[in-house]
T-cell receptor, first 113, second 119 residues
Framework: GDSVTQMEGPVTLSEEAFLTINCTYT??????LFWYVQYPGEGLQLLLK?????DKGSNKGFEATYRKETTSFHLEKGSVQVSDSAVYFCALSDRDNFNKFYFGSGTKLNVKP | GAVVSQHPSWVICKSGTSVKIECRSLDFQATTMFWYRQFPKQSLMLMATSNEGSKATYEQGVEKDKFLINHASLTLSTLTVTSAHPEDSSFYICSARGSQGWGRFETQYFGPGTRLLVL
């Protein structure tokens, strides 16, 4: 079945460091891929998404490219800020069934000043 | 952006009691609402899908008599954990599928979650 695997955290970086959070997926069809972010005490917020191979999602300096050949959707940011500290979830949805979301276990990011 | 609230944010109850968790879409009408469960350091797992005015659809392995879902209106869904036991302790998250404004794409908006501890 469909599944998502993302790197375990926590990830601790200094401000302005480069960020990569790895995410790989297994899917039988052609899923859409998402990154969600959860700040302390808040709900999950959609950070970016990509709906087909080679698409690049980007938002707030974060970006991820849908790589079908490596079944990956790694999240990157060139220069992190303290305000980026949060938990990041990689997810996929079955294009044939929008109701089905499969989430990774989440990666906590701590950015120190 | 769209807001989904959950109440309560956390609850502690005795084994054998029932607990009701509310999920509300505050500024949009939700065509569909979803309930997820998250164990520590694990993924969110879809428990059930509810559509307003109809019975919820449960995922395989989820007991429908244990986790009662009522989607009474386009802005409110409730999850009741009946006869709760310690193994039901978890983080429960709802999401609402809807759109804001005419012509906007539907997407899913997530609530902040409810932490349940059964003693």
């Amino acid at each position: 079945g469909d599944s998502v695997t993302q790197m375990e955290g926590p990830v601790t970086l200094s401000e302005e460091a480069f960020l990569t959070i790895n995410c790989t997926y297994t899917a039988t069809g052609y899923p859409s891929l998402f990154w969600y972010v959860q700040y302390p005490g808040e709900g999950l917020q959609l950070l970016l998404k990509a709906t087909k191979a080679d698409d690049k999602g980007s938002n707030k300096g974060f970006e991820a490219t849908y790589r079908k050949e490596t079944t990956s959707f790694h999240l990157e940011k060139g220069s992190v800020q303290v305000s980026d500290s949060a938990v990041y979830f990689c997810a996929l949805s079955d294009r044939d069934n929008f109701n089905k979301f499969y989430f990774g276990s989440g990666t906590k990011l701590n950015v120190k000043p | 952006g769209a807001v989904v609230s959950q109440h309560p944010s956390w609850v502690i109850c005795k084994s054998g009691t029932s607990v009701k968790i509310e999920c509300r879409s505050l500024d949009f009408q939700a065509t569909t609402m979803f309930w997820y469960r998250q164990f520590p350091k694990q993924s969110l797992m879809l428990m059930a899908t509810s559509n307003e005015g109809s019975k919820a659809t449960y995922e395989q392995g989820v007991e429908k008599d244990k986790f009662l879902i009522n989607h009474a209106s386009l802005t409110l869904s409730t999850l009741t954990v009946t006869s709760a036991h310690p193994e039901d302790s978890s983080f429960y998250i709802c999401s609402a599928r809807g759109s804001q404004g005419w012509g906007r794409f539907e997407t899913q908006y997530f609530g902040p979650g409810t932490r349940l501890l059964v003693l």
